[in-house]
C-alpha cells in the first residue's frame, strides 16, 4: 500500500525547535519530489517547504525560510522538517505529500500536529 | 506568492450541480496548465480530485470535473450528494524555483 506516515509533532515553546520525519512505503519514494503543507486550526492549507527528487533543489515558503530545513534520506525513504525559532504562528496540522505532477499532490500524509506555546 | 480567491463557501440540493470558482493571476493560475483541487473532510487529510486542470486521478467520480479560463479555473461538481460536503481547495504551480499557491478553501454545504 502506499502510504506516507508523519511523526514528530508536538508541543514546543516558542523559540524552540521540533524535527518531523515522513516515512513513506509502497513507492519509489527516491523518484519523487515531496512537500510539506500545513494547516492551521480551522484555516487553510498553506505551503511550507518542498524538496527535489534527489534533494538538490529546496524551496521555503517566506514565512519559514531561514527557519526551517526540509531534508530527505532516500536510503531510509523517509523525509524531514527540522523547524527552529518556532513561533506561535507556526502551530498547525503538518502534512507531507508526494508529487504527482508540478502543482499536484496524490499522495498525503494523516497529518501530524504542532503546538508552540508556552 | 497571495492565495488563490475562492468563495468562502457554496451550497446546493441533492442532484444539483455546484461550481467553485479560484481566481488568480498570469503568474499562477493563468500561466500554467497545472491547477488541482482537493477535497478536504473534517479531521482528513486533503484528496486529490483534480490535477492538470481537468484530469482526473483514478477512483474520483467523474462527477467532479474541472476547468480553466484566463486566471480563473474552476471545479464543478455534478449530481451533488451527501458525501460531497466538504472543503475544496484549489492549487496552482506558479513557475520553477517557486513554490505553487493553494487557494482560501470553499466550504460545499449540500441542503
Known amino acids: 500500500e502506499v502510504q506516507l506516515v508523519e511523526s514528530g509533532g508536538g508541543l514546543v515553546q516558542p523559540g524552540g525547535s521540533l524535527r518531523l520525519s515522513c516515512a513513506a512505503s509502497g513507492f519509489t519514494f527516491s523518484s519523487y519530489a515531496m512537500h510539506w503543507v500545513r494547516q492551521a486550526p480551522g484555516k487553510g492549507l498553506e505551503y511550507v517547504s518542498a524538496?527535489?527528487?534527489?534533494?538538490?533543489?529546496?524551496y521555503y515558503a517566506n514565512s519559514v525560510k531561514g527557519r526551517f530545513t526540509i531534508s530527505r534520506d532516500n536510503s531510509k525513504n523517509t523525509l524531514y522538517l527540522q523547524m527552529g525559532s518556532l513561533r506561535a504562528e507556526d502551530m498547525a496540522v503538518y502534512y507531507c505529500?508526494?508529487?504527482?505532477?508540478?502543482?499536484?499532490?496524490?499522495?498525503w500524509g494523516q497529518g501530524t500536529m504542532v503546538t508552540v506555546s508556552s | 506568492q497571495s492565495a488563490l480567491t475562492q468563495p468562502r463557501s457554496v451550497s446546493g440540493s441533492p442532484g444539483q450541480s455546484v461550481t467553485i470558482s479560484c481566481t488568480g493571476t498570469s503568474s499562477d493560475v493563468g500561466g500554467y496548465n497545472y491547477v488541482s483541487w482537493y477535497q478536504q473532510h473534517p479531521g482528513k487529510a486533503p484528496k486529490l480530485m483534480i490535477y492538470?486542470?481537468?484530469k482526473r486521478p483514478s477512483g474520483v467520480p467523474d462527477r467532479f470535473s474541472g476547468s480553466k479560463s484566463g486566471n480563473t479555473a474552476s471545479l464543478t461538481i455534478s449530481g451533488l450528494q451527501a458525501e460531497d460536503e466538504a472543503d475544496y481547495y484549489c492549487?496552482?504551480?506558479?513557475?520553477?524555483?517557486?513554490?505553487?499557491?493553494f487557494g482560501t478553501g470553499t466550504k460545499v454545504t449540500v441542503l
Open positions: 492549487c496552482s504551480y506558479a513557475g520553477s524555483y517557486t513554490l505553487g499557491v
Open positions: 524538496i527535489s527528487s534527489n534533494g538538490g533543489s529546496t
Open positions: 492538470d486542470v481537468s
Open positions: 505529500a508526494r508529487q504527482l505532477c508540478p502543482g499536484a499532490f496524490d499522495i
